[in-house]
């Protein structure tokens, strides 16, 4: 099946800096998204980007379908922007990533 | 709107006895439907998924079972709990297999 690698595991930032985290996975896909895991365990929908570049806010995200990698960019993060963010892919069906756990400090 | 509603939110029970989660759809018709398990501070696996009524695609051999007895409703099951059962179940739908993915709010199993 196809392999899924986040990274850093583990980002800890100072409240307003920016950060990007990165999906590599090794096979062609047509479905990648990006959630968020709130301290609750509810996963929320950042982004739906099998390719290109799309912007929310202080999120933006790009895939490079051909090279199969995908980027989370936070700028200026806030304590809120805290938890476990994971990349998903797949073709028919959808995988995720170990994750990157994000502390905010304030 | 479509909403996924998964229940119980929190379950405790014993080693050996048997498990029914439930997760229902509402607001679309013949979704894909999916069931991850989460173990603590690790990344989702995926369990089953179903691309219609009665058909389930397992994904690791495993003591859980899945069924979908209506469009809309996906079942996660065991007759027998194991201690290695525990973990965040979490039930989710898409459209199709290349469209956006919504997740319910999960059960937390703890097998006692």
């Known amino acids: 099946g196809i392999q899924v690698e986040q990274s850093p595991p583990d980002l800890i930032l100072q409240e307003g800096a920016n950060s990007t985290l990165r999906c590599n996975f090794s096979?062609?896909?047509?479905?990648l998204q990006w959630f968020h895991q709130n301290p609750w365990g509810q996963l929320i929908n950042l982004f739906y980007?099998?390719?290109g570049t799309k912007q929310n806010g202080r999120l933006s995200a790009t895939t490079v379908a051909t090279e199969r990698y995908s980027l989370l960019y936070i700028s200026s993060s806030q304590t809120t922007d805290s938890g476990v963010y994971f990349c998903?892919?797949?073709?028919?069906?959808?995988?995720f990533g170990a994750g990157t756990r994000l502390t905010v400090k304030p | 709107s479509q909403t996924i509603h998964q229940w119980p939110a929190t379950l405790v029970q014993p080693v050996g006895s048997p498990l029914s989660l439930e997760c229902t759809v509402e607001?679309?018709?013949?979704?894909?439907l999916y069931w991850y398990r989460q173990a603590a501070g690790r990344g989702l696996q995926l369990l089953f998924y179903?691309?219609?009524?009665?058909?389930i695609s397992s994904e690791v051999p495993q003591n859980l079972s899945a069924s979908r007895p209506q469009d809309r409703q996906f079942i996660l099951s065991s007759k027998k709990l194991l201690l290695s059962d525990s973990g965040f179940y979490l039930c989710?739908?898409?459209?199709?297999?290349?469209?956006?993915?919504?997740f319910g709010q999960g059960t937390r199993l703890t097998v006692v």
């Open positions: 998903a892919v797949g073709r028919n069906d959808m995988r």
């Open positions: 607001g679309t018709s013949n979704p894909n």
């Open positions: 980007i099998p390719s």
């Open positions: 989710a739908w898409s459209r199709s297999m290349d469209t956006e993915a919504f």
């Open positions: 096979d062609s896909v047509n479905n």
């Open positions: 179903s691309v219609g009524i009665g058909q």
